[in-house]
């Protein structure tokens, strides 16, 4: 504890946050809120950045909020809500035991990348945290790790992913952000089949599992509608990548869905800036300047305001069933209940955009 207070805050602004996490948990199975998703990464990414060993850590609003680029206030709000639910989530992962270690009478006999030698696949299931605790007057959450997700952490450097976190910050939902983390585990694969780009290939089943809804989404169709093709989506406007989606079937049954992965990540070139032309030119007509066309709205830099989402509720039905997409599974409360659930990320500058029709029913 007196070493966080000393020095509390490991990600500060203006510092480049590059996630490194094991490919046991890039891989593993479960389910979380985005705001649970990013402040486990955040976490795990701490301890193991550290090097301190041991399984507790602390993530003090502050770094939630500059990390995500969001309003304190909010920080403290999703750092509260998320200490209530965090205890009761858990996770499955595989790593490997390796046998010849195991014959040769070694104690660390698992590994998380599979062993070129003899091995057998184990699957751990688990609580992602032995205890939590969010101090409100000091704007913190303390987490205790569990001992199999401290065991992955600490082999961290055996199998991992690296990724820049910014990248993550803008994508709406839990599944667009590990489909994500899985395409920057695989975009450096070598392609197969003769394909020209590495490809994710899963059983229907395993991918279910693997976004935590293993029992929804009954239907293919709907797992694709709702899951698959919204995440892809998300991450091809980013640019970063452009993913295809295939299907394989046995006779008209979809057994398999397969991701492409076209990695268009390059070195940022430096602009040539055109002395002469002025950066706020003056729109003929209009009178309007460039900077003036792409200056967002208060709602968009800011997030909404508790007015405002009272105002979208006198627009309930409207609101709820353009957005349908986000609204969770059976789901059986009302309009107003349903924008209620949704106020947290409306009131996140990061989130709100994601929406449809905020502007056209504010403007009423």
């Known amino acids: ?45 701490k301890l ?3 090097g301190t060993g041991g399984k507790q850590v ?31 989530r858990k996770l499955s992962c595989t790593i490997y035991l390796d046998e010849l270690k195991q014959m040769a009478g070694e104690e660390d006999i698992y590994t998380i990348a599979r062993p070129k030698n003899s091995h057998k696949p184990t699957k751990l299931n688990f609580r992602w945290l032995q205890a939590v605790s969010y101090q409100e007057q000091s704007g913190f959450i303390y987490l205790m790790f ?9 082999k961290t450097g055996e199998a991992y992913t690296k990724y820049d976190y910014a990248k993550t910050i803008d994508l709406n939902g839990f599944h667009t952000k590990r489909l994500y983390e899985l395409v920057n585990k695989w975009k450096g694969a070598s392609p197969t089949n003769g394909k020209q780009y590495p490809q994710i290939v ?49 006779g008209r049954i979809i057994t398999h869905f397969v991701i492409s992965i076209q990695d ?22 209009t009178g309007t300047t460039d900077k003036d066309k792409i200056k967002p709205s208060a709602w968009q830099a800011k997030g909404l305001s508790d007015g405002q989402i009272n105002k979208l509720k006198v627009f309930g039905k409207e609101f709820c069933d353009a957005n349908s997409d986000k609204m969770p599974e059976n789901f059986k409360g ?4 349903l924008i209620d659930y949704w106020a ?13 029709m905020t502007q056209e029913l504010l403007s009423r």
């Not at 480049?16 to 985005?34: C, M, Q, R, T």
């Not at 309003?71 to 009761?88: G, I």
């Not at 569990?146 to 600490?154: K, Q, R």
């Not at 268009?264 to 007509?285: G, M, Y």
Request: net charge negative; with cysteine.
């Open 1 to 45: 504890m007196s070493e966080f207070i000393a020095k509390p805050n490991f990600y500060v602004e203006g510092k480049e946050i590059v996630i490194s996490k094991s490919n046991a948990l890039i891989e593993g199975a479960y389910d979380l809120s985005p705001a649970e998703h990013d402040l486990l990464t955040l976490a795990v990414n």
């Open 48 to 50: 193991h950045n550290q």
């Open 58 to 88: 602390f993530i003090s609003a502050q770094e939630f909020s500059t990390a995500n680029k969001i309003n304190s206030n909010y920080s403290y709000e999703v750092l509260k809500e998320t200490a209530q639910r965090l205890y009761d």
């Open 146 to 154: 569990s001992d199999p997700l401290a065991y992955l952490i600490s």
């Open 202 to 250: 899963m059983a229907l089943d395993e991918w279910k599992e693997f976004f935590g809804c293993a029992d929804k989404y009954p239907q293919t169709a709907e797992f694709k509608r709702r899951v698959l093709l919204p995440s892809i989506k998300q991450i091809n406007e980013q640019k970063d990548f452009i993913l295809t989606l295939e299907q394989e079937k046995v």
């Open 264 to 285: 268009n990540q390059k070195p940022k070139k430096k602009e040539f800036k055109d002395p002469f032309k002025d950066a706020v030119t003056v729109a003929t007509f």
């Open 334 to 337: 009302s309009y107003n209940d």
């Open 344 to 356: 947290l990320m409306l009131q996140n500058p990061n989130h709100v955009g994601g929406f449809k």
